[in-house]
């Protein structure tokens, strides 16, 4: 009776391990399926996506371009507007500096002309001092 039932147990062990067998089977299907589906589906989509990023790669790089652009004549702008605004503060600093120069020539001559006459004023009183003292 004990190896009836060895053979009883041992029987049904196959059977349930056939049974697993059977989803190993199965499972090993649906993943070789999938993984060619999956392979197929990348392989025919593949170009739709490489286009789109192309295009996007493309839109970046044009926009990229554009703001570039954009800086770089702001940048020429900016420079041409300070570089005008310099020039202004050049010619204004020259005549600027003309009309003090002129007007310290004016001084000076005008303080020669001063001293001079004082000078001259000077000499005259002397020389009436001088004449009230010989006499």
Do not use: C, W
């Amino acid at each position: 009776m004990n190896e009836q039932r060895y053979d009883t147990m041992t029987e049904k062990r196959l059977a349930a391990t056939n049974g697993h067998g059977g989803q190993s089977v199965s499972f090993l299907t649906g993943l070789f399926t999938g993984a060619f589906v999956g392979a197929a589906a990348g392989i025919l989509f593949a170009p739709h996506a490489y286009a789109a990023l192309r295009s996007l790669r493309r839109q970046v790089t044009d926009t990229v371009a554009s703001v570039g652009d954009t800086a770089a004549e702001g940048y020429r702008q900016a420079s041409t507007q300070v570089s005008d605004a310099v020039d202004d503060l050049q010619e204004k600093g020259r005549g600027a500096y003309g009309k003090v120069l002129t007007a310290v020539a004016r001084g000076a001559q005008d303080v020669k002309d001063y001293a001079t006459d004082a000078k001259t004023e000077l000499d005259r009183s002397a020389s009436k001092a001088s004449g009230r003292h010989s006499s």
